[in-house]
């Protein structure tokens, strides 16, 4: 089974997860978390064990997203990142990035973050 969770970076508040299955099916929304390893794990144990791909969509915001990154990749993930602009006001954005289109505003697509 193939996820997308998104992520909602914030600098100053809890950050917010939703997932969706490979169908767009959301599995669950407004997970709140922080940067911090434990919140972290948490968010990873839910989700689900037969998930065969971990995609992560988020926007780059401020120099917040780089730990959140790298956290991810390290874990497994396909960290993927939107331009700005492109998350706020955008229905459908997990339903697309599920289906591997690309995401983003005014032809740009979306970067996969590359290994260091």
């Known amino acids: 089974m193939k996820i997308r969770l998104g992520v909602d970076i914030a600098c100053r508040a809890a950050h ?8 767009g ?4 929304a407004g997970h709140r978390f922080s940067t911090d390893p434990d919140d972290l794990d948490t968010l990873w144990a839910r989700l689900p064990a037969e998930a065969t791909e971990v995609m992560v969509v988020m926007e780059p915001t401020r120099n917040a997203w780089v730990p959140l990154a790298s956290w ?8 993927v990142m939107v331009p ?21 505003l005014q032809g ?4 996969a973050v590359a290994a260091p």
């Open 25 to 28: 099916a959301m599995l669950f």
């Open 108 to 111: 740009a697509g979306p970067v």
């Open 72 to 79: 991810f990749r390290r874990h497994g993930a396909v960290v």
């Open 84 to 104: 700005p602009g492109a998350v706020r006001g955008s229905e459908g954005l997990l339903q697309q990035a599920h289906q591997d289109r690309p995401v983003g």
């Open 16 to 23: 917010q997860a939703s997932l969706a299955d490979e169908h």
